[in-house]
């Protein structure tokens, strides 16, 4: 019986040469293909900056009895889950410090960590820009939110003007409450207990990010850069837009 794998990083070259070595059919894209054996991933590194959630995502493939393969380790967890996840930890040892450290350098050179970019934005050169479409969108949000518009109301007025988020998929308060949280659209990028200024273009004041947060906090005017919550934290369970 033939093995179909798919993968969450499109055709990389070495995640094709690798299911060509093990003689697996490619079927494209996780997930939108979700009738797979088995999702490879090009390396534990990229794995572990790329997908928000690792270890969840690991449970959620096997819930879905579908096995994972990690091309650079050339490691799967087709003959024991449990050897494989021992094998992953004692890996993440040695390189989530360096990817700590990478990602740290990142920001604080103001660069984005490299992670998808954020609703109303883009990548360009490896450098975050506007977005034109979603810009209007994201500054509509904040002005609606700052003039006492609810998190469910603006999801619904969004999903009404047939609104797509990032994913091409409806609004929900949740996905509205990251944006307004997201110090990324007032210029400053923050990555763990790291907050920098950005090297990209703000998409609306220090003063509206802080209005908005104050609202979402429940509390009186708070500066952004004596902020200690993380909003986004809160929402992990719900897709990025």
Same mark, same amino acid.
């Given at each position: 019986m033939s093995i179909k794998a798919a993968s969450v990083s499109g055709k990389k070259k070495g995640i094709l040469d690798y299911i060509n070595k093990m @003689?697996? !059919?490619? #079927?494209?894209?996780y997930p939108e293909n979700t009738d797979v054996d088995v999702v490879v991933l090009s390396s534990l590194a990229a794995a572990q900056r790329e997908i928000r959630n690792f270890p969840y995502f690991l449970a959620e493939l096997?819930? @879905?009895? !579908?096995? #994972?393969?990690?091309a650079r380790e050339n490691i799967t967890s087709f003959k024991d889950r449990n050897t494989f996840l021992i094998k992953i930890l004692d890996l993440s040892q040695n390189i989530s410090e360096k990817i700590r450290f990478g990602l740290e350098r990142r920001v604080k050179s103001g660069n984005h960590p490299g992670f998808p970019a954020p609703y109303g934005y883009t990548y360009k050169n490896n450098r975050l820009i506007v977005e034109k479409k979603e810009f209007w969108h994201v500054k509509k949000i904040f002005s609606l939110y700052i003039n006492g518009k609810s998190l469910s109301e603006i999801a619904d007025i969004l999903n009404k003007g047939k609104v797509p988020t990032k994913k091409g998929k409806n609004w929900k308060k949740q996905t509205i409450a990251k944006i307004l949280s997201n110090p990324i659209y007032c210029g400053y990028l923050r990555w763990s207990n790291i907050l920098v200024k950005g090297s990209h273009k703000a998409i609306i004041s220090e003063k509206e990010y802080e209005e908005a947060l104050s609202r979402l906090k429940g509390l009186s005017y708070t500066p952004i850069v004596n902020d200690a919550f993380d909003f986004q934290s809160r929402y992990l369970k719900d897709n990025v837009p």
């Open positions: @003689k697996w !059919i490619y #079927v494209g894209g096997f819930s @879905k009895d !579908i096995e #994972v393969a990690l």
